[in-house]
């Protein structure tokens, strides 16, 4: 028998108080001094330990390139065409002149 969900807490409020109240917490914290709010240095560390960790998926990286190689590739034929149908010289217009 499947449950049935309740219709209470965060899940039938409004977005307007449901940010309200997520406000509300993140001031107490402040005031309390149990929000941590990382410096310069302590964010460069974190991303680049984010970065190494995602990193190690080669399979991930070598589609993230993929994708990008033929974003450009669809870019490029995108201008090449535009250029054409303006009589521009297709390689001048790739390089931006």
Known sequence: ????K???GFAVMNKTKQAEIASMGGKAAHATGRAHEFSP??????????GEIVSRD?????E???KG??????NRATAA??????GE????ALRGG
Request: aromatic fraction near 0%; proline fraction near 0%.
């Open 69 to 74: 190689g033929q974003a450009r590739g669809r």
């Open 89 to 92: 010289n297709t390689i001048s």
């Open 6 to 8: 309740s219709n209470r």
């Open 58 to 62: 080669r399979a991930h990286m070598a």
């Open 41 to 50: 240095d302590e964010a460069r560390v974190a991303g680049r330990k984010g």
């Open 81 to 86: 065409a535009k250029s054409n149908e303006r």
């Open 64 to 66: 993230i390139g993929r």
């Open 1 to 4: 028998m499947d449950k049935q």
